[in-house]
C-alpha cells in the first residue's frame, strides 16, 4: 500500500481529468456512461473521495484505461516494473474477480505481497 493517500488521491484526480478531456467527455458524460454521479466523479477528480475498487473499474471502462493504473494512481496497488509479470497477473485476477469485495481484494492483496516479500530469490 502506498503511504501518503491524499497524494494518491490527488494524483488519482488528475490522471481521470486528463483522460476524460482527452476523450472530450464533461463530467456529466462520463458520469452517465460509468454510471455514479456527476457531483461524486467532481469530488473524484478533484481528490476529495477515494472510489471502491468496482468504480474504479467502471471508470477503467468508460475511459478504456486498465483497471490496473487505476488502482496504482489510488494507492490501491504499488507499481511494479515491467519485469514482474507474473504478480501483475495476480494482482489483475484479483482486482478483476467480482466476487470479490473490496475487503477481500485488499486482504489477498496484503496477504500476496507479504508472500513476495518473504521470497530472497526476488
Excluded at 461524486?40 to 493504473?69: C, M, W
Aim: glycine fraction near 6%; aromatic fraction near 4%; charged fraction near 25%.
Amino acid at each position: 500500500m502506498s503511504r501518503n493517500p491524499l497524494n494518491d488521491l490527488a494524483g488519482l484526480g488528475d490522471y481521470l481529468r486528463e483522460q476524460r478531456l482527452s476523450h472530450r467527455l464533461s463530467l456529466r458524460q462520463l458520469s452517465e456512461l460509468v454510471g455514479i454521479s456527476n457531483p461524486y466523479l467532481s469530488q473524484l477528480e478533484r481528490g476529495l473521495k477515494r472510489p471502491s475498487a468496482e468504480i474504479l473499474q467502471q471508470l477503467a471502462k468508460g475511459l478504456e484505461v486498465s483497471a490496473e493504473t487505476l488502482y496504482v494512481k489510488a494507492g490501491i496497488l504499488d507499481e511494479h516494473p515491467a519485469a514482474e509479470s507474473t504478480s501483475t497477473t495476480v494482482r489483475d485476477a484479483i482486482a478483476a474477480d467480482p466476487n470479490l469485495t473490496d475487503r477481500q481484494r485488499a486482504t489477498l492483496l496484503d496477504v500476496y505481497e507479504s508472500f513476495i516479500g518473504a521470497d530472497p530469490q526476488r
